[in-house]
C-alpha cells in the first residue's frame, strides 16, 4: 500500500524501446503505444496498492472502453521513455491520462477509459478501495498541466 | 486501379481473430484493434490503387497522427470480423473511419489521422493522386451514417 | 468434420503479410513467424474437425512444449504466403511441421511440439478423437518429402 | 565498452511479465519467449560494448537463421523473470543460448543462432571486434552447465 507522502508525486515510468516494436519505417508502430500505457497503468495499480502481481483474482482488472493517442514524434529503437500517468474518476468511469517523453522531447499524449464489469458485464460503480484510491490521487496530483487539458479540449 | 463502379460501394474488409490476439481476460486485447484497423486501411489503399505490394518505394506509407478506439463490446477467439473503412480529405490531412461488426454486433468504432511528410519530416499536402483517391471517395460514400457522426461528436 | 476424402490432400493456409508484422531491418520480425505457424495449425484443427470457433470450451487447446523454426529467406510486407501443415502423433506427443513459401521460394520450414495435460497440469494421453485424426493425417499424409526429413535430421 | 572484469559474470537480464504478453490460456503466449531472449541479447550487446543504442548505423544486427523454444513450465502475468544469456561463435555463426528463471523454476531453455550478411545478403564471417567480444566471452563463461549440455544434445 502507498503512502499520501508517495502519492504526492506524480507517477511515472520508464520503458525502453525494443527491437521487436519498431516496424518498415524504422520507427516504434503506433500500436505500441497502447502497450506503453498499459504497463505504465499496471505499474501505477501496483504502485497504488490496488493489484498483487502474485493475486491476480484480486486484481484491477478492468474492461477498456476507449483510447486515445496523439503522435508528437516519432520513438525509435533503444529510447529511454519516459511516461507519466494521472488518474482520476469521472462517475463510474475511471479516466487515465498519460505523457511520453523522451528528455525533452514529447512523444505522445493520449488517455485510456475503463469500467469495473459485474459477472453479467453490465457496468458497475468500481469497489470503494478504487474509488478511494482515485479519489487521493486526484487531490494530490490535480489536473492542472496544460498537456491534459489539451488532451480533453 | 479501382474503377468509380467499384468504389460506388463503401469498402469493408474481414478479419478472423487469432488465439494470438486474446489475453488472459479472454478477449481480444485492445491493442490489436489498431492492427485491425491498419489491416483495413492498407486493404483499401490497395483496393483503391493506391499501394502496390510489390513497390513499396511509391507506397502509401503515411505517418499516424492521431488515434481513437471505441470498445463496444469484446471480440474473442475464432470471432468472423467485418471492418467498414471510410476515408476524408480534410486539409493536408487523412482521416479514416471504421467499424467493426461481428454479424449485426458492432464490436467498435473508431478512427485514425495521418499526414504526408516531406524528408524533413515537415507536413506536407498529399501528393495528386491521393488527394483524387480521397476526394472520389468521400463523393462516392459520404459521411452520413450515425455511427460516423456520433464519433465525430 | 472432414472426410477421408479432403484429408487426402496436405493443408495449406494462406497468409497476408501486414504492415505492423514488420521490424526497422525492413522484414518480418522473426517472432512473428510463430504466429503464422498458429494461423495454419489452427486452421488445420478447425478443417479436421477437431475446433469449433463457436465452442471454445470443447476446443483442442494443447500445451506448447517446444518450437523450431529455420529461416530461409526474409519475408517483406504484403508478401502472399502459403503454410504448407503436416501432423503426426508421437507417444503422447503431437507433432506438426510447417513450410512457409512464396511462390517457389521457401522461406520458412519449422516444427511446434504439442501435449495435453489433465487439470494438475499433467501430461496426458491426447483424448480418442484427436488420436484418430492425427493418425488417419499421417496415414494419408505421410512424412516423406525430403524438407521433413532435413527438418528432423 | 565493458572490461574483461565484468564479463567474468554471466550476462542476466530481467523481464517483468506484462498484461498484453499473455493469452486466453492465462500464460504468456509462446511467441513472446522469442522476444524475452531478443530483449536479453540486445542488452548482452549493449553491455558488451557491441551495440550503442544511439547509433544504430553501427550497430549489432544481425540476420536471424534458426530459433529454439522449450518450455518448462509456464510463465504468468505479473511474473518477474531472470534470462541468463551465454553467447558463442561457431564459425561465422553466432550462437546464443537463454535460460528464464522464476527464482528457483526453470520456465524456458532455449537458443537462436545468427548470422552476418553483407550488402548482396550473403553470410560472411562477422568483423572484427564481433569476434572478439565473443571469443572473450566465450573463454570467461564456457559452456559447461547442464542445461546448455541438454539443449545442444
Known amino acids: 500500500m502507498t503512502s499520501a507522502a508517495t502519492m504526492t508525486s506524480a507517477f511515472h515510468y520508464h ?7 519498431t516496424d518498415l519505417m524504422r520507427i516504434v508502430h503506433h500500436s505500441n ?7 505504465a497503468r499496471v505499474a501505477w495499480a501496483h504502485e497504488r496498492g490496488l493489484l498483487d502481481y502474485q493475486k ?21 529503437f533503444g529510447d529511454h521513455l519516459k511516461i507519466e500517468v494521472k488518474a482520476k474518476l469521472e462517475g463510474i468511469r475511471m479516466i ?16 485510456t477509459v475503463h469500467a469495473t464489469l459485474d459477472l453479467n458485464l453490465k457496468l458497475i460503480r468500481p469497489p470503494q478501495n478504487i474509488r478511494s484510491v482515485f ?19
Open 15 to 21: 520503458h525502453r524501446v525494443q527491437f521487436y516494436e
Open 33 to 39: 503505444y497502447l502497450k506503453f500505457y498499459e504497463e
Open 56 to 76: 491476480l483474482e484480486s486484481a484491477f482488472s478492468l474492461a477498456v472502453i476507449e483510447t486515445r493517442v496523439f503522435h508528437h514524434k516519432p520513438a525509435v
Open 96 to 111: 487515465f491520462a498519460y505523457r511520453i517523453l523522451r528528455d525533452e522531447d514529447v512523444i505522445s499524449t493520449g488517455k
Open 135 to 153: 479519489n487521493k490521487e486526484a487531490e494530490l496530483n490535480p489536473w492542472t498541466e496544460t498537456w491534459l487539458l489539451n488532451l480533453f479540449a
